[in-house]
T-cell receptor, first 109, second 115 residues
Framework: TQLLEQSPQFLSIQEGENLTVYCNSS?????LQWYRQEPGEGPVLLVT?????EVKKLKRLTFQFGDARKDSSLHITAAQPGDTGLYLCAGGTWGKLQFGAGTQVVVTP | GAGVSQTPSNKVTEKGKYVELRCDPISGHTALYWYRQSLGQGPEFLIY????????DSGLPNDRFFAVRPEGSVSTLKIQRTERGDSAVYLC?????????????FGQGTRLTVV
């Protein structure tokens, strides 16, 4: 079983600050996905990273896939209250995604 | 609506009872997935369908859990003899195909509480 560990579990910051969350595994993944989940909703896909060393940007969010394809990070610049949510990383095989436990991010005005 | 629809949104049942959870995927999506999310955890894979057939049911915890998708569209997750440990949010997702990296769209989930 491939395990995805996310850190930190919880992060509370002020609006305008930067933050980074991490997703680590001892196994190699062909790709990793990042999702954001809000209370009472299902996860929503933010990005998929496929190539080792790849960096993808989505507005203020920067995603990086480790060179060895075992880890990934999500960096948010100048966080806003709308960035509040549970950030989940996921990887796996056809039809069978394995999720980390997530990082709960709270951005206060 | 155009998204994945799950019903009911909330279900409270007594220990030992039988429950059915329904998922209406996005029209035209051939792949359908069920996940279970416990408090403070990420979603845990249960089963996925490609068309009408269960392509991988390795995540079903035991034989009390069963899922069907008879016409390749709507799916029902069935839980027999419910236990308090079955309490969780059950998420359904669908995608155009099962190919890795095809975006899966999640429903809002059914919150199941077994008392």
């Amino acid at each position: 079983t491939q395990l995805l560990e996310q850190s930190p579990q919880f992060l509370s910051i002020q609006e305008g600050e930067n933050l980074t969350v991490y997703c680590n595994s001892s196994s190699v993944f062909s790709s990793l996905q990042w999702y954001r989940q809000e209370p009472g909703e299902g996860p929503v896909l933010l990005v998929t990273v496929v190539t080792g060393g790849e960096v993808k940007k989505l507005k203020r969010l920067t995603f990086q896939f480790g060179d060895a394809r075992k880890d990934s990070s999500l960096h948010i610049t100048a966080a806003q209250p709308g960035d509040t949510g549970l950030y989940l990383c996921a990887g796996g095989t056809w039809g069978k995604l394995q999720f980390g436990a997530g990082t709960q991010v709270v951005v206060t005005p | 609506g155009a998204g994945v629809s799950q019903t009911p949104s909330n279900k409270v049942t007594e220990k030992g009872k039988y429950v059915e959870l329904r998922c209406d995927p996005i029209s035209g999506h051939t792949a359908l997935y069920w996940y279970r999310q416990s408090l403070g955890q990420g979603p845990e894979f249960l089963i996925y369908f490609q068309g009408t057939g269960a392509a991988d049911d390795s995540g079903l915890p035991n034989d009390r859990f069963f899922a069907v998708r008879p016409e390749g569209s709507v799916s029902t997750l069935k839980i027999q003899r419910t236990e308090r440990g079955d309490s969780a949010v059950y998420l359904c997702a669908s995608s155009l195909t099962e190919v890795l990296n095809t975006e899966a769209f999640f429903g809002q989930g059914t919150r199941l509480t077994v008392v």
